[in-house]
């Protein structure tokens, strides 16, 4: 198993200019997550898929767009980048039974710089 | 609302001291109980866990107690090492919701 991968693990942009980072589990979860990671804010989550076919809105959506492709591959969008979006980024995923017991398994993240 | 708190860092401890990193939560419902660990480079890996109260979540010399009545979940280990710098972070999830609640994380360095 390798458990949760992204790609690219690193990406330079200039203002204005888009990108995909593409995120894939192989553990059979059934809900995804992409979440932002800045010096002294810790985790914030952008958007999440419960289930392949939905997603909603997370603390820090405005900027991005995702589309869970199936229920393996949930991927964020940058359309236009900002330097704001300069993060980490890491998307994480569960089998969330509703039992309390879910653990989130995170990807190795993308280290994304917008100059 | 369903928040995690937990002590500003960073935190810098001699080889071999006791750990304790703080951590209070509020939720709306009846939560579950996480500490994660970021080693520097990687994403964060699961560390320990707790469902119901008084429970002790334990592992790699890691402890940590289910507290309802202090909405509490503090990390504690005897005997630090140089290999557990690291960034930790506490989180909750509900039962009833999809969505897991992270603390800003604790940074901890660990001098021989």
């Known amino acids: 198993n390798a458990g949760v991968t992204q790609t690219p693990k690193f990406q330079v942009l200039k203002t204005g200019q888009s990108m995909t980072l593409q995120c894939a589990q192989d553990?059979?979860?059934?809900?995804m997550y992409w979440y932002r990671q800045d010096p002294g804010m810790g985790l914030r989550l952008i958007y999440y898929?419960?289930?392949?076919?939905?997603?909603d809105k997370g603390e820090v959506p405005n900027g991005y767009n995702v589309s869970r492709l199936n229920k393996r591959e949930f991927s964020l969008r940058l359309e236009s980048a900002a330097p704001s979006q300069t993060s980490v980024y890491f998307c994480?995923?569960?089998?969330?039974?509703?039992?309390?017991?879910?653990?989130?398994?995170f990807g190795p993240g993308t280290r994304l710089t917008v100059l | 609302g369903n928040s995690v708190t937990q002590m500003e860092g960073p935190v810098t401890l001699s080889e071999e001291a006791f750990l304790t990193i703080n951590c209070t939560y509020t939720a709306t419902g009846y939560p579950s109980l996480f500490w994660y660990v970021q080693y520097p480079g990687e994403g964060l890996q699961l560390l320990l866990k707790a469902t119901k109260a008084d429970d002790k979540g334990s592992n790699k010399g890691f402890e940590a107690t289910y507290r309802k009545e202090t909405t509490s979940f503090h990390l504690e280990k005897g005997s630090v090492q140089v290999s557990d710098s690291a960034v930790y972070f506490c989180?909750?999830?509900?039962?009833?919701?999809?969505?897991?609640?992270f603390g800003t994380g604790t940074s901890l360095t660990v001098i021989p």
């Open positions: 989180a909750l999830t509900l039962n009833t919701g999809n969505q897991f609640y």
């Open positions: 994480a995923s569960t089998s969330l039974t509703g039992a309390g017991t879910d653990t989130q398994y």
């Open positions: 898929s419960a289930s392949e076919g939905t997603t």
């Open positions: 553990m059979n979860h059934n809900s």
